[in-house]
């Protein structure tokens, strides 16, 4: 039994052999006797065509209601939606009422003029312009003018130093030869500057003696008073005085 077992697990099994390696086979073409040339076989078909085909198909939707005899030497027929089955596009309203250069008005459409069929004139246009109210001025008197004499080093003030001015002391000066005026906290002897001014010595004067300040700015509030006068600054406005008790 011993020996069986031994004999059992030294025994190797034997491999399996390969299998068979495939081989070419190489074959030579055959040459015609006669010219020495390969020949193949080639399947012979009576019903082989070189025609190209139609263009377009015969079966196709271009050559629909064209005759058959006219078929083969016009053109192909482009048909219409109508022709070809096809449902034909929504109609626009007012096309067929439209006005070259006018655009076509609808209720969808976002155009909405102002007047028909005419170029309005934009608003800033059609309205009445304002009048000036500058005068006339006379000749030496003008803006370059009204500069030179304040370089000149002329006193246009008419006081030493600058004062504390109540309503009550400016109302005093509202004569044309001695005018004074408050603008914006700072009073003014504008007494020489009456010639010199655009709008003319009447309408200094409804600032004569007062606190001018809303006129300036409803008339001409760009104007830089304070440098434009400078040289004829008097004094401050302040409120009047407390009176003294008995």
Known sequence: MSSYLRSWFTSVPAAPSPPPIPKIEEHEPELDDDTDTITFEVDDHDDYDDTPPAFPALNSAQRIG?????????????????A????????????????????VITSR??????????????????????????????PGYGALDWANLKNSGKDLRGVDTLMRIPPSVLKQHNKRDDIWMALYGKVYNVTAYMPYHPGGEKELMRAAGRDGTKLFAATHGWVNAEFMLDDCMVGFLVPEPDPEPY
């Open 66 to 82: 064209t005759p058959s005899s006219s078929r083969s030497n016009e053109l192909p027929t482009i048909l219409s939606d109508k």
């Open 84 to 103: 070809a089955g096809l449902m034909s596009p929504p109609p626009v309203p007012g096309l067929a009422k439209r006005t070259p250069g006018v655009p």
């Open 109 to 138: 459409s976002l155009y909405v003029p102002s007047t028909p069929n005419t170029l309005a004139l934009p608003t800033s246009t059609t309205k009445r312009p304002k009048v000036s109210r500058k005068v006339q001025l006379a």
